[in-house]
């Protein structure tokens, strides 16, 4: 199973920027998907959590600004971005709670990090 994430880029505060993140390989059901974001120097944080069912969870410091969602057919979570700001940026990862075959339980993957950059 692979997370292959995209969207990061270079951005103006104020802007805005969609980030995707598509789960490929052989798995039976993907559970909670979510984003994280490590800035230089940081701990990796959670910004936004989705639950397959589509409930979300958002960190105080992008509650108004971000919006989580999922395409389950396509296996794919986004994060949509506006007002963004110097403060945000940060390399950004996807996570995603998988159910493979012939695998008791649960297993967590991350995708390889996009780097979102906001100029002041």
């Known amino acids: 199973v692979q997370l292959q994430a995209s969207g990061g880029g270079l951005v103006q505060a104020g802007g805005s920027l969609r980030l995707s993140c598509a789960a490929s390989g052989k798995f039976l059901r993907i559970y909670d998907m979510g984003w994280y974001r490590q800035a230089p120097g940081k701990q990796r944080e959670m910004i936004a959590t989705?639950?397959?069912?589509?409930?979300?969870n958002y960190d105080d410091s992008v509650k108004g600004r971000f919006a989580i969602s999922r395409d389950n057919a396509k296996s794919t979570v986004y994060l949509q971005m506006n007002s963004l700001t110097p403060e945000d940026t940060a390399v950004y990862y996807c996570?995603?709670?998988?159910?493979?075959?012939?695998?008791?339980?649960?297993?967590?993957?991350w995708g390889q990090g996009t780097q979102v950059t906001v100029s002041s």
């Open positions: 989705i639950a397959r069912a589509g409930s979300t």
């Open positions: 996570n995603a709670v998988i159910e493979k075959p012939l695998t008791a339980g649960t297993v967590e993957y």
